[in-house]
């Protein structure tokens, strides 16, 4: 298993920027694919980015496509989401989440999850 904790939430205005991150315990992080979901209050949540094991490959949702970057650093167990040009429908809490099976979009595809981390946006 791998044991996940997002940081880097807050309060920011809209057009402004911030950077999540998601660390993760052991040398067995870089046998996952990542991914990023929110759920903003009374939805669903949504898939908002996806990076491979290698950190060579990503997707992203159509909403943050541009805005959004999704990295990883294998050396510091660690996966990232940058977030610019942020907007009110960005407000929601993040969560980090682990794929022991392929890159997907898809929830049931990941196994292990964060506690989330909030992020809002004001006008």
């Known amino acids: 298993q791998v044991q996940l904790v997002e940081s880097g939430g807050g309060l920011v205005q809209a057009g402004g920027s911030l950077r999540l991150s998601c660390a993760a315990s052991?040398?067995?992080?870089?046998?996952?694919?990542m991914g990023w979901f929110r759920q903003a209050p009374g939805k669903e949540r949504e898939f908002v980015a996806a990076?491979?094991?290698?950190?060579?490959?990503?997707d992203y949702a159509d909403s943050v496509k541009g805005r959004f970057t999704v990295s990883r650093d294998a050396a510091k167990n660690t996966v990232y989401l940058q977030m610019n040009s942020l907007k009110l429908e960005d407000t929601a809490v993040y969560y980090c989440?682990?794929?022991?099976?392929?890159?997907?979009?898809?929830?049931?595809?990941?196994?292990?999850w964060g506690q989330g981390t909030q992020v809002t946006v004001s006008s």
């Open positions: 990076v491979s094991r290698s950190g060579g490959g990503t």
């Open positions: 052991g040398r067995t992080f870089s046998w996952y694919n």
């Open positions: 989440a682990a794929s022991p099976g392929p890159m997907s979009n898809s929830y049931s595809n990941y196994h292990y």
